[in-house]
T-cell receptor
Framework: DADVTQTPRNRITKTGKRIMLECSQT?????MYWYRQDPGLGLRLIYY???????NKGEISDGYSVSRQAQAKFSLSLESAIPNQTALYFC?????????????FGSGTRLTVV | GQQVMQIPQYQHVQEGEDFTTYCNSS?????IQWYKQRPGGHPVFLIQ?????EVKKQKRLTFQFGEAKKNSSLHITATQTTDVGTYFC????????????FGQGTRLTINP
């Protein structure tokens, strides 16, 4: 099983619909992140959480919200989807303890808003 | 906002040729990370550089951190088809923090 699991893998939704992307991890990491990837723009940070009670906005949080239901679960919601939110979304975790700062990414959710 | 400039955006090489991608930051960095994303895949952490002038090697990959800690490079010697993918550098959003800003990536394609 993957360390970081994202569901769904692919989703097509209509403009104005609410949609939730889910992320769960088995690494026991406190820190979790949501990024979106668009061609030529790299990965941009949407929201991040350093523990269950900590939620922070990233570079591009407008139009998104998150929920940290447990240490292992971090979900991303689009309250009213719009076409320019069509992108590849990645969840990631990290644990800087011991000096290893690398992120572990999930396999991604490809979202299309029509 | 904070920007990480990564060049080139694309690079096509013949198998066996070398490849280099560069990252430049507007600020002095506490560290820099490198990731590889295979086509259709997700980013995978390769390495973190912390010290000024640091050089690290992973088989045919050589990573360098500039003396001023404002730039970094990834060099691949004698590319193989397994090296195909997009290579990203990433720097902390805030000095010392663990929120990363990613460069735009360099997409490497290889002619076998």
């Amino acid at each position: 099983d993957a360390d970081v699991t994202q569901t769904p893998r692919n989703r097509i939704t209509k403009t104005g619909k609410r949609i939730m992307l889910e992320c769960s991890q088995t690494k026991g990491h406190d820190r979790m992140y949501w990024y979106r990837q668009d061609p030529g723009l790299g990965l941009r940070l949407i929201y991040y959480s350093f523990d269950v009670k900590d939620i922070n906005k990233g570079e591009i949080s407008d139009g998104y919200s998150v929920s940290r239901q447990a240490q292992a679960k971090f979900s991303l919601s689009l309250e009213s989807a719009i076409p320019n939110q069509t992108a590849l979304y990645f969840c990631a975790t990290s644990d800087p303890g011991g000096g290893n700062y690398g992120y572990t990414f999930g396999s991604g959710t490809r979202l299309t808003v029509v | 906002g904070q920007q990480v400039m990564q060049i080139p955006q694309y690079q096509h090489v013949q198998e066996g040729e070398d490849f280099t991608t560069y990252c430049n930051s507007s600020t002095t960095l506490s560290n820099i990370q490198w990731y590889k994303q295979r086509p259709g895949g997700h980013p995978v952490f390769l390495i973190q550089l912390v010290k000024s002038g640091e050089v690290k090697k992973q088989k045919r990959l050589t990573f360098q951190f500039g003396e001023a800690k404002k730039n970094s490079s990834l060099h691949i010697t004698a590319t193989q088809t397994t090296d195909v993918g997009t290579y990203f550098c990433a720097e902390p959003l805030i000095q010392g923090a663990q929120k990363l800003v990613f460069g735009q990536g360099t997409r490497l394609t290889i002619n076998p």
